[in-house]
């Protein structure tokens, strides 16, 4: 009995301390508070259905984000879904995906949309923010956004990275492709995945097939 329960509250203490907050856009739901269904690990969105928050106007060119992070390192994946009531992300933000280090707040400025992928004025639209850790299991949050030719990019005081530092991995052998995604005031080191040593291939491989939600 009591080394159940201590195995319970480390288990219960361990997904505490793993999960993350988004918060730019604003999130669907605060999908941290207890005396809810919804949980992080429920692919899409930790189970909370579209329209339970608030809409955020985001620029047609693609908008900032900020996100708190408490792991000492955790992959980060960004993917949208276009309509009012979303489930279906297949549009990568983060064709060079993320490895976010420290116990903090990220802010990226800017996330360019694909340049094949053009919105309106009034494109309604989903966010779903990824990260995997290094047991491979994955955390997804969303935010539901409105394209708007009037919005604007977060900037100075209102996009502060704290103690969170971000390197871009490259999934292609070539480290040719530019991130002009990820213009942040300290820029993104950027490194080719395929030419590190040392890198657990098979969580990578886990993060992408997690990331990209293809049979969850
Ligand atoms: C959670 O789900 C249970 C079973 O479906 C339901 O009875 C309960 O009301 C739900 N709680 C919340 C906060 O939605
Ligand atoms: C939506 O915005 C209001 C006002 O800023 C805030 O009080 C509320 O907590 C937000 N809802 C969510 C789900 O974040
Ligand atoms: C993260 O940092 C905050 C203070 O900045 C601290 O309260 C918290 O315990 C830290 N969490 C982890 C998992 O290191
Ligand atoms: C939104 O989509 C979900 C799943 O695709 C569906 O269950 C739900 O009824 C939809 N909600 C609205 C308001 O259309
Ligand atoms: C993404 O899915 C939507 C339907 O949800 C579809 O209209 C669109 O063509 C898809 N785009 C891509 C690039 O797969
Ligand atoms: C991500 O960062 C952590 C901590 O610095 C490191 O151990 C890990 O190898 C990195 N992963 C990749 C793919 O670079
Ligand atoms: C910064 O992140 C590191 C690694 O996760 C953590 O040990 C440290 O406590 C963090 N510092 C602050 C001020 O949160
Ligand atoms: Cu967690």
């Avoid at 919804?38 to 693609?62: A, E, F, H």
């Avoid at 980060?76 to 707040?105: C, D, E, I, K, R």
């Avoid at 990220?106 to 360019?112: G, T």
Wanted: aromatic share 8%; glycine share 8%.
């Amino acid at each position: 009995m009591v080394a159940a329960a201590t195995v319970l509250l480390l288990a219960t203490a361990q997904l505490a301390t793993a999960h993350f907050a988004l918060d730019y856009p604003d999130w669907r739901a605060n999908t941290l508070t207890s005396g809810t269904n919804y949980s992080q690990w429920i692919y899409p969105c930790g189970g909370v259905p579209g329209n339970s928050g608030n809409r955020t106007d985001w620029p047609l060119s693609g908008g900032s984000l900020i996100l708190e992070l408490h792991h000492p390192w955790t992959y980060v994946f960004v993917n949208l879904g276009l309509g009012a009531n979303v489930s279906n992300f297949n549009y990568t933000l983060t064709p060079n995906f993320w490895n976010a280090t420290g116990n903090g707040t990220l802010c990226v400025p800017e996330i360019k949309l694909p340049a094949e992928l053009k919105v309106d004025d009034g494109t309604q639209a989903s966010v779903q923010v990824v990260t995997v850790g290094e047991s491979g299991s994955a955390l997804y949050n969303c935010a539901d956004i409105t394209f708007r030719s009037s919005a604007k990019a977060l900037a100075g005081d209102q996009c502060k990275t704290n103690n969170v530092t971000l390197t871009e991995i490259t999934q292609q052998s070539s480290s040719s492709s530019s991130p002009t995604s990820t213009s942040s005031s300290q820029p993104p080191k950027s490194t080719s995945a395929a030419s590190l040593a040392g890198v657990n291939v098979a969580v990578l491989g886990l993060a992408v097939v997690f990331a990209y939600g293809m049979s969850l």
